[in-house]
C-alpha cells in the first residue's frame, strides 16, 4: 500500500498544532457569526479533507481538521435551529472519504455534511460559484501536493468569505532551483502565477515567496476599495525547519484580528512554533535604534516582548495616548495581536519600558 493510500496517517507535532488553530478558529468564528441576526448558516469547506484520522508520534490517535469541526459544529447547531450549517469534504480515495464518513456525527435537521471523491479543486470552484445570501463561508484550501488553483479559490476573495490557506514554501525553497520535469515546472508557474525563471532568483528566501503569494491574493481582488487582511503564521517541524505558512485572507477586520489571537494562543503566547532556544531573552544594543538595551528578536517567532518594544518604538515619549490608538495599532499589525493579551501586553511595557499605564491611556518613556 502506498503513502496516499494509507487511510490513517502520521501527524507530526507541527501538524497537530495546525489541527489545533484551525480547530480553535473554526470554534470563535462560528460562535461570534451565528449570533449574528443577519447570518442565516455557515458553510464549511475542507475540500482536501484525507481520512480525518491520524496517529501522533507517540502513537496516539489524532482527530484532523474535519472530525473535530464537524463534531462541534454539529453541538452547536442545536442551539440555533433557525441556522443552517453544511459542511463540505473531499478526498481523491474512496477509502478515505468511505473512513471519514465513519468518523462524522449524526446529521439533524439544520447540520449537513457532503463527503466526495470529487476533485478538491473543482468542489471549492462548484460551491464558490454558487454561494447563497446570508450564509457565510470559511474555505480550508491544504494542498497535498502543494500546488494553489486560484481559480478555485477566486470566488472566495471576492465574496463574504474567508480562506485559511497551507503555503508549503518549504517545498519551493528547496526544489524551485532544481526543476527538470515540465510539470513541476508548472505546479510552481500555476502556484505563484508566474515563469519558472522569476522564481529562481528567489532561491531559498521565504519572504520572496510569501511576498509573492500576498501579492497574487491582492491583485484577484475586483473590490479594490475595500481593506483586505491577509495573517501568515509559519510552522516549524522538531528540527525547527520551516515546513508551511497558514495563511488567512478575510475582508473582515475582526475576523483578522481573531484569527492572529487563535494563533498566539494556539503557539503559547508566539507567533510561530519555532523554538528560539531562550534567545529571545537575551540582551543587545539597539545600536540602530534608541542605543538602549533590548532582548534578541527573531522574525520568524515573535513575543510578547517584541509586541511591547514595537510600540514603545511607535509611541515613544508620548504622554496620555489614548489606549483605543495603542490596540488600533496592533489590530491592523500583520502579526501582532492584542485581543488576547492586552493585560500581558501592559505589564511588559511597565516592567521592562517604563511606561505609565492608567485605565485608559498610556505615557511612554522618551527613549532617544
Known sequence: MSSSDEIIGHANPHTVKKFDLIEK??????????????????VFIDCMSNSGEYVDDDGKQVF??????????????????????????????????????????GETRNFHYHITTEDGNELAKRIGNSMINGRHYLLVYDPFQ??????????YINNWCEIIINHMVSDSMRAVKMVKK?????????????????LIPYGSDKTAYEKRIEEIIKALRRKTSRQYYIAAFPFFNEKNAIVYD?????????????????????FGGKSSTKNTHGLE??????????????THADEFCFYIKDIAEYL???????????????WALLDNHPIFPSDGFRPQ????????????????????VDRS
Open 312 to 326: 514603545q518604538k511607535s509611541f515613544n515619549g508620548q504622554s496620555d495616548v489614548p489606549m483605543s490608538d495603542v
Open 345 to 364: 501586553i501592559k505589564n511588559e511595557l511597565k516592567q521592562n519600558h517604563g511606561a505609565s499605564v492608567g485605565r485608559s491611556t498610556i505615557s511612554f
Open 25 to 42: 478558529y473554526v470554534e470563535a468564528w462560528a460562535h461570534i457569526l451565528l449570533l449574528n441576526q443577519y447570518c442565516t448558516g455557515l
Open 246 to 266: 497558514l495563511i488567512h485572507c478575510t475582508s473582515n477586520l475582526k475576523g483578522f484580528q481573531l484569527y492572529k489571537k487563535c494563533a498566539w494562543q494556539t
Open 64 to 105: 484532523g481538521t474535519p472530525v473535530r469541526v464537524a463534531k462541534y459544529l454539529r453541538q452547536i447547531a442545536g442551539q440555533y435551529f433557525g441556522k443552517q450549517i453544511d459542511l463540505y469534504f473531499s478526498d481523491l480515495s474512496a477509502a478515505k472519504t468511505a473512513h471519514l464518513e465513519s468518523l462524522m456525527p
Open 281 to 294: 531573552n537575551q540582551l543587545m544594543l539597539d545600536f540602530e535604534g534608541m542605543g538602549t538595551p533590548k
Open 182 to 198: 515540465d510539470a513541476t515546472r508548472n505546479k510552481y508557474e500555476q502556484t505563484y502565477l508566474t515563469e519558472l525563471e522569476n
Open 146 to 155: 502543494a500546488t494553489i488553483d486560484w481559480n478555485a479559490l477566486f470566488p
